[in-house]
């Protein structure tokens, strides 16, 4: 291996050309095609630049292939993305994070941690609960027991249809 080349940062000409995009949509496909190592030489077409300058979908994609090589890092990607949200630079906004960050997390917990899966999925289903205080828990059970026991003695007619 010779000299890590120089960064070129996330210049302008570099978002117009939409070569990043195209690379990234390359690497879908060969890693739906189940071509792990095709896949890994797509992210060797990237133009070089630093962890810090990669927009998310590269940064989820970097996660993804070398996973297997160094888990840690991959996950402290992944996880990172999730925590994030949106990542930026200091050039600005590099974009939002692609939706399936969360089940690829979940699915390489599986793989390698089925604990921390558990632990993610708990996590993250937590944000979206809606926490009720124990008497206002209490004050809708009471509610139901009193319409069941009281809508016993309603009467209800039902008319056949024609």
């Known amino acids: ?3 890590p080349l120089r960064s070129v940062g996330n210049s302008n000409a570099l978002r117009d050309s939409a070569l990043v995009e195209t690379i990234n949509l390359k690497f879908a ?11 890994k030489e797509c992210l060797s077409d990237m133009p070089p630049r630093d962890e810090a300058e990669l927009d998310p979908v590269t940064l989820h994609n970097t996660a993804l292939a070398y996973m297997d090589e160094k888990p840690a890092e991959g996950f402290a990607k992944l996880n990172f993305l999730l925590q994030s949200g949106t990542v930026t630079s200091d050039d600005g906004p590099l974009g939002s994070v692609p939706k399936e960050v969360f089940s690829n997390l979940v699915h ?3 793989k390698y941690y089925a604990k921390r899966c558990f632990l993610a999925l708990a996590e993250n289903m937590a944000k979206d609960m ?9 004050n809708i059970l009471n509610f139901l027991d009193r319409a069941a026991r009281h809508g ?10 024609d």
């Open 1 to 3: 291996a010779g000299k």
């Open 29 to 39: 496909i060969e890693l739906s095609n189940g071509n792990l190592d095709g896949a």
């Open 108 to 110: 390489m917990y599986c």
């Open 130 to 138: 809606v926490v009720i205080r124990d008497d206002t828990y209490h």
């Open 152 to 161: 016993k003695h309603i009467e209800t007619v039902v008319s056949p249809i």
